[in-house]
């Protein structure tokens, strides 16, 4: 246990506190036990570290480990968390829960029977408490990390510190929010960058070498994250591939469920759940009609990548432009909410219809339409119901 100590002292205090997520100030640090959920490569370590060095003693009262750590081959996290606690222990910060067998239960157990305790643990976007062994879903208070808005982009970029615009102000004053930001930056010359590359942080690191981490990332989501979850076999695995292929060269893609199914060679069912499960992943992006809840083996009018990186490093020889601004767009609004398939326009979302297209699109398919805009890419400024693109990116 010594040299678990050992190493979460030099994580925490190596860990940079200059730029941090926003979620940082959304989270109630109070609770007792916290989960953070996110894909791979979002920045939930990080997260936890930069909290643990603001936040919390560095002595040991505070113990930092990831659950794929080999101590765990022959020890177990319900010992450590007691023999933690019984040392005077308080804060017990656990990273990648998912790669523990056990971990719902075991955390629930901490949870009960260590009450001194506070647990803060994160885990893969894939993580449901509520199906989990132990179901925590009325123990933590769960949040979930997504990846850079175009916001956080250039403020890490840029070191600038723009705060969040919410949508109802941003379609009110969009205009006067446009000038002030434009101002002091020209968020055009930083967007298609955003596109290619801005969407995890690990941009910093290389960026030419972007795609091809992205894609390893996938890889590894689609090979040790998703078994982690669900039983599934090798050949299965290969067949959750081939559908993400079929769906990267040609999004925004509508699915046909019987061609599709027996395509890849699979029963409608199990080509729905692998869809679920690429969603899960937060690799495509499913878009419903609005239809008051989305039932388990309810089809998607139409399928996007996740967000517009995904089509750099999956469909390098087939990007379009118009695909990359739609899978933006629904990227950085669905983080306020479901976002619907919309019959006149492209995107409902409670109230609102939006249009999304290049610079000269028009409001002629929305143009009867109550709260109704178009969201042009290309312009600095926008009037009336035509809103620039990029200050989406803007949302949180």
Do not use: C
Not at 101 to 106: F, G, R, T
Not at 158 to 182: P, R, V
Not at 259 to 266: A, Y
């Amino acid at each position: 246990m010594d040299n678990l100590f050992q190493k979460s002292y030099l994580k925490i205090n190596n860990t940079s506190l200059v730029y941090k997520r926003y979620l940082m100030d959304l989270i109630d640090w109070e609770s007792r036990l916290i989960g953070i959920k996110g894909a791979r490569g979002a920045g939930k370590t990080t997260l936890i570290l930069q909290y643990a060095k603001q936040s919390l003693p560095l002595n040991h009262q505070t113990l930092y480990t990831s659950l794929d750590s080999l101590y765990f081959t022959e020890n177990t996290l319900i010992g450590l968390a007691e023999k933690f606690a019984s040392q005077g222990g308080k804060y017990l910060l656990l990273d990648e829960v998912h790669r523990y067998a056990n971990w719902s239960q075991e955390i629930k157990n901490i949870y009960d029977d260590l009450p001194d305790l506070q647990i803060i643990f994160t885990g893969s976007s894939i993580m449901h408490l509520n199906t989990a062994k132990g179901d925590l879903s009325r123990r933590a208070v769960m949040y979930e990390l997504h990846g850079l808005s175009f916001r956080e982009f250039l403020n890490l970029r840029n070191k600038t510190k723009f705060e969040s615009i919410s949508l109802d102000k941003l379609t009110k004053d969009h205009t006067a929010i446009a000038l002030n930001i434009t101002s002091t930056i020209k968020p055009l010359a930083y967007f298609k960058q955003y596109l290619e590359f801005g969407y995890y942080p690990y941009f910093l690191e290389n960026e030419k070498l972007y795609p091809q981490k992205l894609a390893e990332t996938i890889s590894l989501a689609i090979q040790i994250d998703l078994p982690s979850f669900h039983e599934i076999t090798y050949s299965s695995i290969e067949k959750i591939r081939l559908l993400l292929h079929i769906i990267s060269e040609s999004v925004p893609f509508k699915p046909n469920i019987t061609k599709l199914s027996e395509r890849i060679g699979i029963s409608r069912n199990s080509l729905i759940l692998f869809i679920r499960y690429l969603e899960d992943m937060r690799i495509i992006k499913g878009l419903y009609p609005a239809t008051g809840g989305i039932g388990i083996l309810q089809k998607p009018e139409k399928i996007y990548l996740h967000h517009p990186n995904l089509q750099y490093a999956l469909a390098n020889a087939n990007i379009n432009i118009g695909n990359a601004r739609e899978s933006m767009f629904l990227n950085q609004l669905s983080t306020l909410g479901e976002v619907n398939y919309a019959e006149d326009g492209d995107f409902i979302f409670k109230d609102y219809t939006f249009e999304i297209g290049g610079k000269n699109k028009t409001n002629k398919q929305i143009k009867n339409l109550k709260s109704a805009f178009v969201v042009a890419d290309e312009i600095e400024i926008g009037h009336l119901h035509k809103i620039p693109l990029w200050m989406f990116g803007f949302l949180y």
